[in-house]
C-alpha cells in the first residue's frame, strides 16, 4: 500500500500568495502610465535644458517684479522715514513724517477729507448708474453689442488728460452748461471755480465713467436663470417684487466685486482734479484729492520723504477698506444658497 505523499498544500499557498511585482522577473520593462511621449529621467539633458529655457523665459518677468514693483516699494517706505529732497542724500528721522502729517499738516487733513466724500458720493452714484443702465440692455435690446461698447468708451477716456480738459471747458463760465442754462434764462457760473460746485463736477466726471461695472453687471444679469422669473411671475410676483427678491440677491457678488474696485480706484484719483484744479486742487483746496497732495509734496516742495509716508498712509487705508468690505461681505452678499 503507498502510503500518503509529501504534502503541496504550503506549496502552492506560497504560490498563490505571491503578489504580481514580486513574480515579475527583474528585467521587465516598466508599465507606462499615461498618453504621450515618456517624461525625461530626472537629471538628463534633455531636463536641463527645459529647465533653463523655462528659467530663461522667466527672466523679463522677475525683472519686472523686483525692479518695477517690488524695488521701489520697499524703497519707499525706507524713504518714508528719511527726510529726502531728491538732491541730498537721504537722512533717517525716524516717524518725524509721520507725527508731523497726523498732527502739523492741516492739508493732508482736508486733501483725505476731500477724498472721502469723493468716494462716498460718487461710488454709489456710479455702480447704481451701471445697474440701471444694465439692466435696460438686458430686456433684449436689438444691437447689444454695438450699444455695450458704446457705453464702455467713458471708462477708457474717462481718466485721461483729453477728457479732463474739455470736463473743465464744459463747466466753465462759457462752457456748454451755462450755454443751455442760458436758453432758459439762466444765469450761470464757473463750476470748476466755485468751492461749492467744484468738487462736484469731479463726481459726476467720475459718475460718467460706468462703462466698465456697467459691462459687469450686464454679465451677470445674463448668468441669472430665465425660470426664476417664469416662476416668480406664475405666483403673481410683480417687476419691483422680481427686482427685490431674485435680481439683487443673485447679483450681490457682481455689486460686491465692483464695490470694491470702484473704491480702490477712486482712492487712487489724480487726473480729473489735477487737469481742473491746474494742480493746485483749488479753489481753497475744494479739490485737493489725496494723490494730487501727495505729488505736491513729492514732486514740487521735494519732500520725497515726506511724500512716501503720505503714500503708506494711503496704502494702509485702502488695506484697511478693503478689508472691512470683505468682512461686512458675509452679511449681505450670497454664494448659491449661503449668505
Do not use: C
Request: no cysteine; aromatic share 14%.
Amino acid at each position: 500500500m503507498l502510503g500518503p505523499g509529501p504534502s503541496r498544500g504550503p506549496a502552492v499557498v506560497d504560490s498563490l500568495s505571491l503578489k504580481p511585482e514580486a513574480a515579475a522577473p527583474a528585467h521587465a520593462p516598466a508599465v507606462k502610465r499615461g498618453r504621450g511621449r515618456p517624461r525625461p529621467p530626472r537629471g538628463s539633458l534633455r531636463s536641463r535644458r527645459e529647465a533653463w529655457a523655462a528659467h530663461l523665459f522667466l527672466v523679463p518677468w522677475f525683472l519686472g517684479l523686483f525692479l518695477i514693483t517690488i524695488g521701489p516699494i520697499v524703497a519707499s517706505l525706507y524713504l518714508s522715514f528719511t527726510d529726502y529732497s531728491l538732491l541730498d542724500e537721504a537722512k533717517w528721522v525716524g516717524l518725524d513724517n509721520y507725527i508731523t502729517l497726523f498732527t502739523e499738516d492741516p492739508r493732508f487733513w482736508t486733501s483725505l477729507k476731500v477724498t472721502t466724500i469723493y468716494v462716498v458720493v460718487s461710488v454709489p452714484l456710479q455702480l447704481g448708474f451701471a445697474l440701471g443702465l444694465a439692466l435696460l440692455l438686458d430686456r433684449g435690446l436689438r444691437g447689444l453689442s454695438f450699444y455695450r461698447s458704446i457705453y464702455y468708451l467713458p471708462s477708457l477716456l474717462g481718466g485721461s488728460v483729453a477728457i479732463a480738459i474739455l470736463w473743465r471747458k464744459i463747466f466753465g463760465a462759457d462752457g456748454l452748461v451755462n450755454a443751455v442754462l442760458a436758453i432758459f434764462g439762466i444765469q450761470g457760473t464757473s463750476y470748476v471755480n466755485n468751492p461749492d460746485t467744484a468738487l462736484g463736477t469731479l463726481i459726476l466726471l467720475h459718475v460718467w465713467t460706468f462703462g466698465a461695472p456697467m459691462v459687469i453687471f450686464l454679465a451677470g444679469l445674463r448668468q441669472i436663470p430665465g425660470s426664476y422669473y417664469e416662476a416668480a411671475s406664475i405666483d403673481g410676483a410683480g417687476t419691483l417684487q422680481q427686482f427685490k427678491s431674485i435680481t439683487l440677491p443673485l447679483l450681490t457678488p457682481i455689486i460686491f466685486f465692483n464695490l470694491v474696485l470702484e473704491v480702490i480706484k477712486s482712492f487712487q484719483s489724480f487726473t480729473q482734479s489735477f487737469i481742473v484744479s491746474n494742480g493746485t486742487g483749488g479753489p481753497t483746496d475744494s479739490t485737493l484729492f489725496y494723490t494730487l497732495y501727495l505729488y505736491t509734496k513729492g514732486f514740487k516742495d521735494y519732500e520725497m520723504g515726506y511724500a512716501s509716508a503720505l503714500a503708506w498712509v494711503l496704502v494702509v487705508i485702502i488695506a484697511g477698506l478693503t478689508g472691512v468690505n470683505f468682512l461686512a461681505s458675509k452679511y449681505w452678499v450670497f454664494y448659491g444658497d449661503s449668505k
